[in-house]
């Protein structure tokens, strides 16, 4: 459960039913304070940093495509698998990106062991973090 | 890491910055502007005093584009203190900041001549938007005589804009004629005409000596050298530029009539740049943009310890901004030869020093190829036949110029940048290019020759086609052909068809109007493909929680919806409870969880506020109780709104029906507007108010109430089968022309507009009259809720019979 990090070990939250996120959709949930949005693609689940650097936007209720999300606020475009801004500059701030697994149609939020602080910048290789979720989601859920 | 500091949010702090980001995206850099608002372009300043354009249009960049290139801003600031041997600045507020190196861009003031009653109300400079706006309104509270001092580009500028304000105005001016500096006296001689057929009326050699004032204490005319008075209760002094460099000599640095810079605007401290009119090079203070820019690029390499070209100076360049005067002038106005074609309305001249090269251009009347004569002056070229170059100039095309011909002088932008802008960064469209380049968003007067290169580089190819989806580059048409011909009847589907909607998903919302549309809202209904607020019927805030607006016809509501409404606001303790233009009651900041027991406890059904649907139909009291009312707007207005509401449309739609020309309801500045008239109705379309102001056309006069609501829902047919994704009413009939529209939308003869109100007929039978009903059954349990919260439970409050709206 924890090949995704070679350093940190994780703590997996339950955090809500899995049929609770439509496909293409997001929903908030707070965990330790900390505001995070789920995904449903076609890949599967995705779990991000819930609210946009830029001016606070609730991820969450943006337009979710392929492997991105767009701020419904302004409009600014995150990768769902790095959480890397899409179209932006280099500067600009990513989404911590976070496992997500679904255990019995439930859910499953890794989050690292050192929580607190939690900061802006992913500190693991996301996108293997992200691959990982992928990896372990179910193939149809609705 | 070294970090940055540039003073001064001008056009030259911008330039530094822009240029300092186009070498290195990281280096920390900071901007202080002693305004409040971001640097503005204040080369357009005339526009703005001639009500061409208004002041937000003229900020350089969008405040976002600060933050997206972690530039930080200090707005409202000032740095009262410079020390440059330690690398701190001290700023008005107390806080002092660190930097290791620093850009003077201080800027200039206007320059007052020391004359006796030059502080009386009255007198302004024409400097900033400040100025501006004292002058506009003057010239709005009746001012109604004008005097502008001096008579160079930017007071004739300012003169013109007085002019197009209805104010008479008056040029005084010291020397023998306009624009000496740029200008000899055959030139000047053809420009004064010309001013003076703008209404403007001149005084040459005319010194002021005195400013008067009158019995209210504010000015009321001039008197001059020769006793002469001149009567003017607004006085705009213009007369030049003084640099502002009290910080730069404060902290040591050498200061002649400006900061003293050297090739590589270095200051007399290694630490320290200078750049734009606060700054001397070679004894020369330039007062004029495209300088700045030259100095800029020079000036970040300094910064950032890269090697470049040094500047050696700008060869001045003036284009006056006026409506109907075309004068260009580059360099000198006048040497040791001159080649000059003239005829009575233009004046043409090449000026060549005594070693053959081109030194200076003048143009008046006739600028045509300026851009070719501007770039062999600048190049100071050997030119063999001056006449030559002026009949070749006058034949230029595009095409002509050379890559490094500067085109846009505002922005510093050459025509290799434009060209580079289609074939090498893939630019399909002038649009794209200029947002790229910035090349035409200056003062505007190289927009015609950007397009010119634009075609030229695509090989005139049109412009590129308006993309609904532009990852896929799907239009709409190909869109609606692949629903209408695979007859598909979700987004999903087309999707899987045509890619379009995969990549970034920004394009889901129009093609879910796509589809809607082509299947007169027979769709089927994914709510992924919708923007949040079509998810949950309400308005997103910038604070994530949403605006509920409940339906009110026409605006007219009873007590009964009033005291609900109130009762609702006061349980929920709604943060904000506001009147909306459109004639509707809004209340703001409503958590997503508590939508659904608001909808229920209003029970009133949804306002459609938050949708790319008809929004509202604003009305007026009519004939019920108005004294002029010629028609009946508050039933009609009512008849339309239920007729229109509910149905997506390719932007908002908002309406209005007056009850007479008076226009209480602002009919002709609505996408659809209706205005009783004596014996029958006007219909008005794309009209707008908003970032816009448009009047809309006048689609149709009509005699009865019915046929005006006839003709009202076809012309929204007609924009709903032919609007793009998110092209306002004003943006579709300007494109679209309004004779196509009449022709489609009023020939009956044709049966088109039987067969349009036929296709709305149906598309409004299957649309959904109240969204807000799914609180009762929700699309999915978290429809209105997060994972883990869940939406406030509601006691279902029996439909009371309510009372229609008393008429």
Redesign the interface.
């Known amino acids: 459960m924890t090949a995704f990090a070679d350093t940190e070990t994780v703590t997996w939250i339950a955090v809500g039913a899995a049929a609770d996120v439509p496909l293409w959709e997001g929903r908030r949930v707070t965990v330790e304070g900390q505001r995070i949005a789920v995904f449903h693609t076609d890949a599967g689940f995705h779990a991000v940093d819930g609210s946009c650097p830029h001016k606070q936007g609730p991820l969450q209720d943006g337009l979710v495509a392929d492997d991105c999300v767009t701020c419904p606020l302004h409009g600014w475009r995150f990768s769902l698998g790095t959480g890397e801004r899409i179209g932006g500059g280099p500067d600009d701030p990513s989404l911590r990106v976070y496992p997500v697994i679904v255990h019995d149609g439930e859910l499953m939020l890794g989050l690292p062991d050192d929580t607190e602080p939690l900061g802006l910048e992913p500190r693991v290789p996301s996108r293997d973090l992200a691959q990982g979720a992928r990896s372990r989601a179910p193939l149809d859920l609705r | 890491m070294t970090s940055i500091l540039v003073i001064g949010g001008g056009i030259a702090g911008q330039a530094v910055v822009e240029e300092l980001r186009r070498r290195d995206?990281?280096v920390p850099l900071t901007l202080v502007c002693g305004e409040q608002a971001a640097p503005y372009d204040r080369v357009r300043l005339s526009h703005l005093l001639a009500g061409e354009a208004d002041a937000s249009e003229l900020q350089l960049r969008p405040d976002?584009w600060y933050?997206?290139?972690?530039v930080e801003l200090l707005l409202g600031t000032t740095v009262t203190a410079l020390d440059p041997d330690h690398g701190t600045a001290t700023l008005d507020d107390g806080r002092v900041i660190a930097f290791e190196q620093a850009a003077i861009t201080t800027g200039s003031d206007a320059l007052m001549p020391p004359l006796p009653g030059l502080d009386l109300p009255g007198v302004h400079a024409f400097r900033d938007p400040a100025d501006c706006a004292a002058i506009t309104s003057a010239a709005a509270a009746g001012v109604k005589r004008a005097a502008v001092i001096g008579g160079g580009l930017l007071g004739l500028e300012a003169a013109y804009g007085l002019v197009q304000r209805g104010v008479e105005v008056t040029v005084v001016h010291l020397v023998d004629r306009l624009m000496e500096r740029q200008l000899d006296a055959a030139a000047g001689a053809l420009l004064l005409p010309a001013i003076e057929a703008l209404g403007v009326e001149v005084l040459l050699e005319h010194a002021t000596a005195e400013l008067l004032p009158g019995d209210d204490g504010r000015v009321a005319g001039m008197r001059f050298a020769s006793g002469a008075e001149l009567p003017a209760d607004l006085v705009v002094v213009s007369i030049g530029i003084r640099s502002r460099t009290d910080l730069a000599r404060a902290a040591g640095l050498d200061v002649n009539r400006g900061v003293v810079v050297d090739d590589r605007l270095r200051t007399s401290h290694p630490r320290v740049v200078s750049v734009g009119e606060c700054a001397e090079h070679r004894g020369i203070v330039h007062g004029i943009v495209a300088p700045i820019h030259e100095q800029a690029a020079v000036a970040a390499d300094t910064l950032l310890g890269l090697t470049g070209p040094a500047y050696e100076g700008s060869v001045p360049t003036a284009k006056l901004k006026v409506m109907g005067i075309d004068l260009v002038t580059a360099g000198a106005a006048t040497g040791p030869r001159e080649v000059i074609n003239a005829d009575g309305d233009s004046y043409r001249k090449v000026i060549v020093d005594a070693d053959g090269r081109a030194i200076g251009a003048v143009l008046v009347g006739d600028t045509r190829g300026h851009e070719l004569l501007t770039d062999v002056v600048k190049r100071a070229k050997e030119v063999e036949d001056p006449l030559a170059l002026l009949v070749e100039a006058s034949a230029a095309t595009a095409e002509d110029l050379p890559d490094d011909a500067q085109v846009c002088n505002c922005n510093g932008v050459c025509k290799g940048e434009i060209l580079d802008a289609v074939r090498v960064d893939g630019c399909a469209s002038s649009r794209e290019v200029m947002a790229r380049t910035r090349a035409g968003t200056g003062c505007g007067s190289c927009k015609e020759l950007v397009l010119d290169l634009v075609a030229l580089a695509t090989g005139g190819a049109d412009e590129e086609p308006a993309y609904l989806c532009p990852c896929a580059k799907q239009t709409r048409e190909q869109l609606v052909a692949a629903v209408r011909d695979g007859e598909l009847s979700s987004v999903s589907e087309l999707t899987a068809a045509c890619g379009a909607?995969?990549?970034?998903?920004?394009c889901?919302?129009g093609l879910a109007y796509v589809v809607s549309e082509v299947a007169a809202s027979r769709h089927r209904e994914?709510?992924?493909?919708r923007?949040?607020n079509d998810?949950v019927h309400a308005n997103?805030q910038?604070?994530?929680t949403f605006s509920v607006i409940p339906r009110i016809r026409g605006g007219v509501t009873t007590p009964q919806e009033l005291r609900r409404i109130a009762d609702v606001a006061e349980r929920h303790e709604v943060p904000m409870v506001k009147i909306t233009g459109g004639q509707r009651i809004d209340l703001l900041g409503i958590r997503k969880e508590a939508l659904p027991r608001i909808w229920e406890e209003l029970g009133m059904p949804s306002g459609h506020a938050y949708a790319k649907s008809v929004r509202t139909v604003k009305t007026c009291v009519g004939t019920d109780f108005c004294r002029f009312g010629l028609g009946d707007a508050i039933a009609t207005g009512i008849e339309l709104e239920r007729r229109m509401e509910g149905l997506y449309t390719p932007h908002k739609v908002k309406a209005a029906v007056s009850g007479c020309p008076r226009n209480c309801a602002e009919s002709y500045v609505k996408d659809i507007g209706v205005v009783a008239i004596e014996g029958g109705w006007e219909i008005y379309v794309g009209g707008a108010a908003g970032s816009s102001v448009r009047r809309g056309d006048l689609l149709a006069t009509v005699a009865t109430r019915e046929d005006a609501v006839a003709v009202s829902l076809t012309f929204l047919q007609y924009y709903r089968e032919h609007g793009e994704h998110l092209e306002r009413t004003h943006r579709f009939v300007e494109r679209v022309g309004l004779e196509t529209i009449q022709a489609a939308v009023l020939d009956e003869q044709s049966g088109e507009p039987e067969r349009l109100r036929e296709r709305f007929a149906i598309a409004k039978a299957a649309s959904d009259p109240d969204p807000w009903l799914e609180r009762h059954d929700p699309v999915?349990?978290?429809q209105f809720?997060?994972?883990?919260t869940e939406p406030e439970p509601f006691t279902v409050i029996p439909p009371a019979k309510t009372p229609e709206p008393v008429r």
């Open positions: 995206a990281q976002a933050d997206d290139r972690g909607g995969r990549d970034c998903g920004a889901k919302p994914e709510r992924h493909a923007f949040i998810r997103i910038k604070d994530g999915n349990p978290k809720a997060e994972l883990d």
